[in-house]
DNA sequence: CAGTGGTCTAGACCACTGG
DNA sequence: CAGTGGTCTAGACCACTGC
């Protein structure tokens, strides 16, 4: 009988007994909770497969009409992925065709593929202490290592004034300039040299790097006017109206590994959200 | 026996049949359909109790489980609402404290009770010809009737200038500027007079009096500049950057019902969002 | 074909609500 | 207390994948 399995009676609470608080909590979101700590700490990689249905049952000593509430649960929260008839799979967010995790930008024309065709150019990339509003949202002490990044990304297609040339290879135009601060103890090794020499999504380099898996995000959206160096990295005026989003995203556990400040420019694209 | 309820059986693929492309779905999203088709029929009304699972299992001549899991999938949706030990209830849209549906707006400062303390202030409300684009969102015939909506809402709060007096009983500040076109043929006696007269949010007098439930909504969101009377309604500078919100929201069935732009003076507010 | 997730059932028991 | 939704189980069968 395989020992080092958490035994789930023994958190169950007992009963009969009559005890104030223990917050009783059902059984299968407390498999859940053993699961995600399995992902935490790296039992099953991204992309990979985790143990069927039947195992995990047999694992936990539950049925598996009740490992199957809590991945279902955990699949809606897009922590892992179903794919009938070969197994269930921790989601890698940065798969093929999700180039930009949690951009939002959409071209205004041509609305196919949402994110695709932006080039990206590394501005900047230092580690430095952290600034105190930033610590403070990253959950730091004030003077932590920070590493901050510095970003321009840019639109391959031609520019709304539609002229008859020049449908291909004019000049891309700057769309989003992202300032990005992450915490240097999470992030000991990441240069300038490791960002450009990636192919693929940032997050997909944060998860196969420095085992650094994004989960959810906060987002504040301001309508800010352009100013000083940002206005000319973007190529526009001074005070052109430009979307600024501050984005707080978080890992395993609710705890916030990335702040980006983005600066985007709405001329020939929108940020689209859906309500619910 | 009771006639009447649709025979489940004979929508499910049957077994054996080698025919093409019925599509087969699972019978839990055939009973999740006849249940949104009562809701559009009307046959339980919002904040109403529906049948109990028991009920509805003998109704439809499935399990308790099935049910369930068309239920579950419906409460997710938002169109339902669980509660333990008392039933199953349709979704009321805008109940006390969702003052406003889909109004993402939170003040920087104080952010207990999201968009709480706004005033509404209605500007104008007429019938007219839908215009080529509106009429286009909303899947109207070109020069269909439309209701055209326009109103302004303000901030009691003082502004973000903190001065030592004043806490309390300064001059609002206007916030959001909304533009709204509903198709007139749902929206019949819909007036001004209706409009001031009424407590409580827009959505839910479309509920009460038009019986038009909104369901979910798409925005496209972009940085503008402030011009001309818009300017002048929201006491900005022209040229000031404000957060152009298009929202396009929609009822049972994926209809386009409504449609809003806003333009919300993102100063001292800001537009949170949540990603996953 | 075996193994996976997906659906459906039937029944037991628990937790919460209200009379 | 009866009635509701919430959890858990056990087993059957189906649909999809890959060998």
Redesign the interface.
């Given at each position: 009988m395989p020992a080092a399995t958490p035994d789930v009676s023994a958190t169950h609470a007992a009963p009969g007994s009559t005890e104030a608080a223990p917050a009783f909590s059902p059984l299968y979101q407390q498999i859940k909770s053993l699961i995600v700590s399995s992902l935490q700490a790296g039992e099953w990689q991204p992309g990979q497969a985790i143990p069927s249905e039947m195992e995990l049952a047999a694992r936990y000593k539950v049925s598996q009409g009740t490992v199957r509430k809590a991945i279902d649960e955990m699949a809606?929260?897009?922590l892992l992925v179903r794919r009938q008839g070969k197994g269930t799979f921790v989601a890698t967010h940065a798969e093929a065709g999700t180039q930009y995790r949690?951009l939002?930008l959409a071209p205004d024309v041509n609305p196919v593929g949402a994110g695709a065709g932006l080039q990206r150019r590394l501005l900047d990339c230092r580690r430095m202490r952290a600034p105190a509003e930033v610590a403070r949202l990253l959950a730091l002490k004030v003077g932590e290592p920070a590493v901050q990044v510095r970003r321009l990304l840019l639109a391959a297609a031609a520019p709304a004034t539609g002229s008859s040339e020049s449908a291909a290879g004019a000049e891309p135009a700057p769309v989003v300039l992202d300032d990005i601060w992450l915490p240097g103890a999470l992030f000991k090794g990441l240069t300038a040299e490791r960002l450009v020499a990636w192919r693929g999504a940032m997050y997909r380099l944060f998860e196969a790097e420095f085992s650094v898996r994004m989960?959810?995000?906060?987002?504040?959206?301001?309508?800010?006017?352009a100013a000083g160096e940002d206005a000319s990295l973007l190529a526009v005026a001074p005070?052109?109206?430009?979307?600024?989003v501050e984005?707080l995203s978080f890992t395993y556990g609710d705890r916030p590994v990335e702040l980006r400040r983005g600066l985007?420019h709405?001329q020939a694209h929108?940020?689209?959200?859906?309500?619910?």
């Open positions: 809606t929260d897009n949690f939002r989960i959810r995000a906060e987002e504040k959206l301001r309508a800010v006017a005070g052109t109206p430009l979307l600024s984005r985007y709405t929108h940020y689209r959200n859906e309500l619910n």
